[in-house]
């Protein structure tokens, strides 16, 4: 089992940034692919961010491109979503997840955590 907690979301206005932080505990942590996910209100969850075990593989989803980074301590068992140039439209609870396979496929990780709430104001 691994467990996952999020943490830094809150309220930002556009074109402000946030830092999401995801802790990790349980397994070895750098032995799963990590990934941030996001779910607006009345919509399906989607994909933002995977990054590799190492840490030199990632993927971005073409709405944040540019404007996200994903990153992972693995010392601390910790991932990272550093959201920069924020728009109202990335308002949404952000997950992070852990999982076997190097995917974006959401049903495919194993474990998730809680949640953050991001809310972007114009």
């Known amino acids: 089992q691994v467990q996952l907690v999020e943490s830094g979301g809150g309220l930002a206005q556009a074109g402000g940034s946030l830092r999401l932080s995801c802790a990790a505990s349980?397994?070895?942590?750098?032995?799963?692919?990590m990934g941030w996910f996001r779910q607006a209100p009345g919509k399906e969850r989607e994909f933002v961010a995977i990054?590799?075990?190492?840490?030199?593989?990632?993927i971005y989803a073409d709405s944040v491109k540019g404007r996200f980074t994903i990153s992972r301590d693995n010392a601390k068992n910790t991932v990272y979503l550093q959201m920069n140039s924020l728009k109202p439209e990335d308002t949404a609870g952000y997950f992070c997840?852990?999982?076997?396979?190097?995917?974006?496929?959401?049903?495919?990780?194993?474990?998730w955590g809680q949640g953050t709430q991001v809310t972007v104001s114009s």
């Open positions: 349980g397994r070895t942590f750098s032995n799963y692919v």
């Open positions: 990054i590799s075990r190492g840490g030199s593989n990632t």
């Open positions: 997840a852990a999982g076997g396979k190097w995917t974006v496929v959401i049903s495919l990780y194993d474990y």
